[in-house]
Structure formats: structure tokens, C-alpha cells
């Protein structure tokens, strides 16, 4: 009797899985395609900030002492639960010597990276105030064209 399993891998189900949602979103259209994409730049941020905590050495209670960002808040990000604000990911990413950086590949997307990120968390932190002020007669937040 053979012990081997003639079952597919957890990759190979796994990767299944990930092409039948791919393909999904594009049978539903743009729109699914969009929300797709979005999910998975959300999932990138998180899985990073993870990936980040781990190579510290530290545990979710570590990094909530020394960010300053309940425990709790960080695991609900870390499980895509949260849709954290820049100010939280950059108190997160401050003890991990890290910094959100946008990748010019034609996308926005965060990565983690070494460096100075208060002098750049200040400049953006300015234009989202400035841009929250600027809002047509209607009280809608008017969508600025790039």
C-alpha cells in the first residue's frame, strides 16, 4: 500500500484558487477586475507590515508598545479587517525602519522600505488637510484629474 497522497498540494489548490478568482473578476467585467486589484495592493501592504514584524522579531503586542497603535487595530490590519489611516501605517512602519513608498510601475502601490519618512509623512500630511478643505457647493469632495 502507497503512502503517497494522490491528492493535489496546498500550492497547486492554493494557486487553483487564485486563477479561478482572476478569471471570475474578468466574466463580471471592469469594475471586478478593479475591486481585484485593489484587494490584492491592500493585501500587499498588509502581508508586508507582517513579513516586516516578523524579520524584527516582534510580536504584535511588541510592535503595538512601540507604535503606539493598539494590538488589537494591528491585527484586524494585518488580517485585511482594518483600512488603516497613513498616520496608523506610518506609526506601524516607524519602529519596523520602514516608510510607505509609492513604485512607479503605473500604479499607486505601498512598499516597505528603509528610510526617512517623517520629513515625507508631514508633506502629505499637509495636502490631505489642504485637499479636505476644498470642497464644491455641493459638500462633495471634488475628485482631482492627474
Known amino acids: ?9 496546498a500550492s ?13 473578476a474578468r466574466d463580471e467585467g471592469p469594475q471586478a477586475v478593479r475591486e481585484l486589484e ?7 501592504l498588509a502581508s508586508q507590515l507582517i513579513e516586516s514584524r516578523r524579520e524584527g522579531k516582534l510580536s504584535q503586542r511588541d510592535l503595538a508598545k512601540l507604535s503606539g497603535v493598539p494590538q488589537s ?36 502601490s505601498a512598499t516597505l522600505v528603509g528610510g526617512d519618512r517623517d520629513r515625507a509623512a508631514k508633506r502629505i500630511d499637509r495636502g490631505s488637510r489642504a485637499s ?9 469632495t471634488a475628485a482631482k484629474a492627474s
Open 1 to 9: 500500500m502507497s503512502t503517497r497522497s494522490t491528492h493535489p498540494t
Open 12 to 24: 497547486t489548490d492554493f494557486s487553483q484558487l487564485i486563477a479561478d478568482i482572476e478569471q471570475e
Open 38 to 44: 485593489q484587494f490584492r495592493e491592500e493585501f500587499s
Open 73 to 108: 487595530e494591528i491585527s484586524r490590519i494585518e488580517t485585511g479587517a482594518s483600512n488603516p489611516t497613513f498616520a496608523t501605517i506610518t506609526a506601524l512602519l516607524r519602529p519596523l525602519g520602514k516608510r510607505v513608498q509609492l513604485v512607479d510601475d503605473g500604479k499607486i
Open 132 to 140: 479636505r478643505r476644498r470642497k464644491p457647493a455641493g459638500g462633495k
